[in-house]
């Protein structure tokens, strides 16, 4: 289970989108090595939701975000339009430190270590049409997307980031 715009999953897609292509961020919603034949029932079934999302393309989406969870059922599971969950990470990363020293260069290497606690929260709270909660409900969620960023709304003015003489 993850956010759709915090992946690198949806940063090329967004990449594509603002090149003025359509694309289509799709991710399979576990961490953990899958049986073989729920791995290829998945592979079959997102196929044949992105050949239907590129033949009947929405107006005004430039691009997809799909996570399809990975159960006995994702063959005959629904498919949901969703909106993106609220969802923060306070652990900061995806990746650890490796225990070992640093090469003869200095380089620091880090590993794929992802601890998923704040995301399973946010999905335990979120709503139903949400993202998120498709990954708990045994659903494919399909958000479409915009590649823009929304203005957040403020008040007063604005800082200036005038110098002080």
Not at 29 to 49: I, M, N, W, Y
Not at 66 to 79: E, G
Not at 88 to 109: H, I, N, V
Not at 128 to 149: H, M, Q
Request: charged content about 25%.
């Amino acid at each position: 289970m993850r956010a759709s715009v915090r992946s690198g999953t949806v940063g090329g897609a967004l990449e594509a989108a603002l090149c003025g292509r359509r694309a289509i961020a799709l991710s399979f919603g576990s961490k953990e090595v899958q049986p073989d034949r729920r791995t290829a029932d998945a592979c079959l079934r997102s196929c044949a939701l992105v050949e239907e999302l590129a033949r009947e393309w929405a107006p005004g989406v430039e691009l997809y975000s799909v996570n399809v969870p990975m159960i006995d059922s994702v063959t005959t599971c629904p498919a949901r339009y969703t909106k993106v969950a609220a969802n923060r990470w306070s652990k900061g990363s995806l990746f650890a430190p490796e225990e070992s020293q640093e090469d003869a260069k200095g380089t620091l290497r880090f590993r794929w270590a992802p601890d998923l606690a704040d995301v399973h929260r946010s999905a335990e709270v979120s709503e139903a049409g949400e993202d998120l909660w498709c990954s708990l409900n045994e659903s494919i969620s399909v958000t479409p997307l915009k590649a823009d960023f929304a203005v957040a709304p403020t008040q007063g003015e604005a800082p200036q980031g005038l110098l002080m003489r």
